[in-house]
């Protein structure tokens, strides 16, 4: 399984991106996907998760009611939406993804639990 980040950039603050990871092979509508970012000299900070169907998201407080978590099926990828971005959204985004194992997804804000990675896409909101 490969997972492939796209659409980072840098924008003014306030303004919007959309990230995409697309995910070779037959998992991805069986897998649980995330996002997490890291800022240089931080820890991997868990960003937002959603379930195999779609049926069930999840945020980090620093981003909720700014980003939107989705996948398309047809497409084989998962996306990020991030509006009213701040300078300290700046970061390389990860993609990751594991086999789903039950309706909701456990421990989903910790990196060990998941077992696929991105390479991730860098986001720059200047301050």
């Known amino acids: 399984v490969q997972l492939v980040e796209s659409g980072g950039g840098s924008v003014q603050a306030g303004g919007s991106l959309r990230l995409s990871c697309v995910v070779s092979?037959?998992?991805?509508?069986?897998?649980?996907m995330a996002w997490f970012r890291q800022a240089p000299g931080k820890e991997r900070d868990f960003v937002s998760a959603i379930n195999w169907n779609g049926g069930m998201t999840y945020y980090a407080d620093s981003v909720k009611g700014r980003f939107t978590v989705s996948r398309d099926h047809t497409k084989n990828t998962l996306y990020l939406q991030m509006d009213r971005l701040k300078p300290e959204d700046s970061a390389v985004y990860y993609c990751?993804?594991?086999?789903?194992?039950?309706?909701?997804?456990?421990?989903?804000?910790?990196?060990?639990?998941?077992?696929?990675w991105g390479r991730g896409t860098q986001v720059t909101v200047p301050s």
């Open positions: 990751a993804g594991r086999a789903s194992q039950a309706y909701t997804i456990d421990r989903y804000s910790d990196p060990s639990g998941w077992t696929n």
């Open positions: 092979g037959r998992t991805f509508s069986s897998y649980d």
